[in-house]
T-cell receptor
Framework: GDSVTQMEGPVTLSEEAFLTINCTYT??????LFWYVQYPGEGLQLLLK?????DKGSNKGFEATYRKETTSFHLEKGSVQVSDSAVYFC????????????FGQGTRLTINP | DAGVTQSPTHLIKTRGQHVTLRCSPI?????VSWYQQVLGQGPQFIFQ???????GRGNFPDRFSARQFPNYSSELNVNALLLGDSALYLC?????????????FGEGSRLTVL
C-alpha cells in the first residue's frame, strides 16, 4: 500500500538556520503531496501542496518540490524563526478512490532563539 | 466563519466502555473524514463520508463505526474500548469529494482509556 517516510526527529535548530526535512513516498498511482503543520494543542493546518511532478508548493517561506524520479517531497526554509517550532507531517493523497490522506510519522522541530 | 468543530475536546473512559465523538464541518462542506493520531505518530485514516454515504474505510476493526447526518455533521463511535484506542481523534471536512478537495482539520478530541 501507499506509504510516506519522513526524516527522524526531533530536529533542533537556531533561529535563522536553514531547514530541510526529508520526505519520501511509495504510491501505486500519481498522488498529490502535502506538508501539514501541527502547533502545540492545535489541529493540523495545510502548509503547502503539489499536485503533479515538478510542481513546487510554497507558503510562509517554506518550499517543497514534487520529485517523481526520486519519489521525494523535501520541505525547506531558508531562515527559520522561533514561531516555526511545531510538528511537521508529510502526506500523500491518491487521485482515485476515497479522499484519504496517508501521513508520515511527523518530525518535531524546535527553533531556539 | 467557524472552522471544523469537534466535541468533546477531552474525555476519559475505561476499558470496555463505549464513546461517541462529534464533528461539525465547515458550513457548506459535504465531506467529513475521521483520523486517529496516536501519540508520537502520524494520523491514520479511519473513515470518509460524503453526502451521507461511506466513501472509504481504513484498516480499523468493526468496533469503529461512523455516520453522517443530513446537516453533514458526523459521529464516530467506538465500542468495547481498549487501552490502545487512547489517541487524538481528528475530524476533517472538505467542500468536494476527490483529490481536488482540500481537507480542513478540527483541533481533535483527545481520548484516554484507562
Amino acid at each position: 500500500g501507499d506509504s510516506v517516510t519522513q526524516m527522524e526527529g526531533p530536529v533542533t535548530l537556531s533561529e535563522e538556520a536553514f531547514l530541510t526535512i526529508n520526505c519520501t513516498y511509495t504510491a501505486t498511482g500519481y498522488p498529490s503531496l502535502f506538508w501539514y503543520v501541527q502547533y502545540p494543542g492545535e489541529g493540523l493546518q495545510l502548509l503547502l501542496k503539489a499536485t503533479k511532478a515538478d510542481d513546487k508548493g510554497s507558503n510562509k517561506g517554506f518550499e517543497a518540490t514534487y520529485r517523481k524520479e526520486t519519489t521525494s517531497f523535501h520541505l525547506e526554509k531558508g531562515s527559520v524563526q522561533v514561531s516555526d517550532s511545531a510538528v511537521y507531517f508529510c502526506a500523500l493523497k491518491e487521485i482515485q478512490g476515497a479522499q484519504k490522506l496517508v501521513f508520515g510519522q511527523g518530525t518535531r522541530l524546535t527553533i531556539n532563539p | 466563519d467557524a472552522g471544523v468543530t469537534q466535541s468533546p475536546t477531552h474525555l476519559i473512559k475505561t476499558r470496555g466502555q463505549h464513546v461517541t465523538l462529534r464533528c461539525s464541518p465547515i458550513s457548506g462542506h459535504k465531506s467529513v473524514s475521521w483520523y486517529q493520531q496516536v501519540l508520537g505518530q502520524g494520523p491514520q485514516f479511519i473513515f470518509q463520508y460524503y453526502e451521507k454515504e461511506e466513501r472509504g474505510r481504513g484498516n480499523f476493526p468493526d468496533r469503529f463505526s461512523a455516520r453522517q447526518f443530513p446537516n453533514y455533521s458526523s459521529e464516530l463511535n467506538v465500542n468495547a474500548l481498549l487501552l490502545g484506542d487512547s489517541a487524538l481523534y481528528l475530524c476533517a471536512s472538505s467542500l468536494v469529494q476527490g483529490a481536488a478537495g482540500e481537507l480542513f482539520f478540527g483541533e481533535g478530541s483527545r481520548l484516554t482509556v484507562l
